[in-house]
């Protein structure tokens, strides 16, 4: 992971670090970093979802989606950081980066659609490596 030589803007305790679409890896790292500064819970929203509010269904089984009046403290709370984590990395990237997940509705899909463009997939990645060792 390389570090750009200069970086445009400096560590800031309130700003995520902007990503101009050159050293992924290195936005990356600082990005979760400054999500956990946030609050821990932030991250998990990034990798493993958002949490929707839920209630048993009419047949006192099946789960559906509670309505925003229902809402008590906790679910607000979780509702709060699904915005606020897919806040922080629209705010940490450029307009470029922007129109590639602007269709993206959580921050895990705004992640997933970042990873997939700057890393590639794990199948990518597999097909990289073979080809190495096909060479070699």
Known sequence: MAAPPT???????TRP????????GWWKNRLMDHLIGENPDL???V???????????????????KE???????????IQNNAKSKKILICGIGPDEY?????????KSIWETLQTA????NHVEKSKIDNLNNRQ
Request: charged share 25%.
């Open 118 to 121: 700057h890393e590639g997939t």
């Open 47 to 65: 990798l493993d979802g958002p949490t929707i509010p839920m209630k048993k269904g009419p047949d006192g089984e099946t789960m559906v989606p």
């Open 43 to 45: 991250l998990s929203v």
């Open 17 to 24: 670090p902007l990503f101009n679409g050159k050293y992924y």
């Open 68 to 78: 925003r009046k229902e809402w008590d403290a906790a679910d607000k709370l979780a």
């Open 99 to 107: 129109n590639r997940i602007s269709s993206c509705q959580d921050a």
């Open 7 to 13: 970086p445009q803007e400096g560590a800031s305790q």
